[in-house]
């Protein structure tokens, strides 16, 4: 009898090899994948994913597969960032790369080269709940991803496996060194794959046309001029350019809005303007079941271990108005809001405003 094939997205990390050798070990038939998303250029480079990803498979004994996917995450990934900055939001790349092309266009090739299953090295788990598929946060809440899963859909996690999903990051080391993998000491990736090495708004000034402008405080005193309001996220304290202004005290500065009707930058030394008890968002996407207004939830405002008490005030077709139990530090629109409840994530919606 053949073994089952299981797709696996590989990426040179200790995560996915992990994966790869727990797959193994449960007797499936593993084909590793790289996808390769962004074309090259002296900040972003693929040379050393490929090379990193060899090794793992020579040390296991698989093929390793090389995919080009450059053009569906141009226009589904990153032509959608570029609108919604645009738009003076700040969006999240790592959740639109999971929902748009790890999870469906890499999926759906999964599925035409006959593979029965598809995984990921995600911090995640899924089980059977009332006849759908629950996204379940994995142990390790620190760890856990199912933030940047939380617009997955049923299909999508259909046959979708998370092999370190029920694993802490340690226990996963650990069978990095059992097995002697080539990079068990490699460190955890972070940043956004196309910025590469260089500064984030050095990114942004090659593919946005710059509109400076003032900077304000709330009440209407310019104190400053920003380069751009794309360039800055709710929140943000620092490389505001705001320095020596006339009786203010050395407290630091906040960004506090953008307001892109006259193209001014909001900032304050007072923090306490940053904190939000309601915000809108998006219609909702819920991943198995939709939850009712008014109904106790927990929520996340960016990847993390703490959760956020909260309801829905109301939900139509076109938005949602949540409200937090206590008022929440910076929470920006182009970010997502994830729901929870017991250890479920429930789904997401993209921030629209603060309100």
């Known amino acids: 009898m053949s073994k089952p094939t299981v797709l696996l997205g590989l990426s040179g990390g200790v995560d996915s090899a992990a994966a790869a050798t727990i797959l193994l070990e449960k007797g499936y038939d593993v084909q590793p994948i790289l996808m390769h998303n962004w ?52 969006p999240n790349p790592d959740i639109l790369c999971n929902s748009q092309i790890k999870f469906d266009v890499l999926k759906k090739h999964c599925l035409q080269k006959d593979c029965q299953y598809f995984a990921t090295g995600h911090y995640a788990q899924t089980e059977k709940r009332e006849g759908a598929i629950a996204l379940m946060c994995a142990p390790d809440l620190i760890k856990d991803q199912t933030y940047f899963l939380a617009q997955l859909t049923q299909s999508q996690l259909d046959k979708t496996y998370f092999p370190i999903g029920n694993l802490t990051k340690n226990a996963v080391r650990d069978i990095a060194l059992r097995q002697s993998l080539p990079n068990a000491h490699k460190k955890d990736s972070t940043g956004i794959c196309f910025i590469g090495e260089r500064r ?55 960004v506090i809005e953008k307001n892109l009707t006259d193209n001014t930058l909001v900032v304050s030394q007072n923090k306490s303007l940053l904190y939000k008890k309601v915000v809108k968002t998006e219609t909702p996407h819920w991943i198995r079941a939709q939850i009712s207004t008014h109904q106790p939830i927990q929520c996340k405002l ?16 076109e938005h949602a108005v949540i409200e937090f139990k206590e008022a929440q530090e910076a929470p920006t629109p182009g970010q997502y809001l994830v729901f929870y409840k017991d250890n479920e994530c429930l789904g997401s919606a993209m921030i629209t405003e603060q309100l």
Request: charged share 25%.
């Open 302 to 317: 960016r990847h993390g271990p703490n959760f956020v008490d909260a309801h829905i005030i109301s939900q139509d077709p």
């Open 39 to 90: 074309q090259e250029d002296a900040h972003c480079t693929i040379k050393d994913d490929i090379k990193d990803c060899q090794a793992i498979c020579d040390h296991l004994g698989l093929t390793l597969d090389i995919i080009n996917f450059q053009a569906e995450y141009r226009n589904r990934v990153f032509d959608h960032c570029l609108k919604l900055f645009k738009q003076g939001l700040t």
């Open 200 to 254: 984030f708004d050095h990114f942004l000034k090659e593919h946005l046309l710059t509109r400076p402008g003032k900077a304000i405080d709330c009440t209407g005193k310019v104190v400053g001029t920003h380069d751009g309001l794309f360039f800055y996220t709710i929140g943000q304290r620092r490389r505001l350019g705001i320095g020596g202004v006339k009786h203010a005290n050395p407290a630091p500065w906040y």
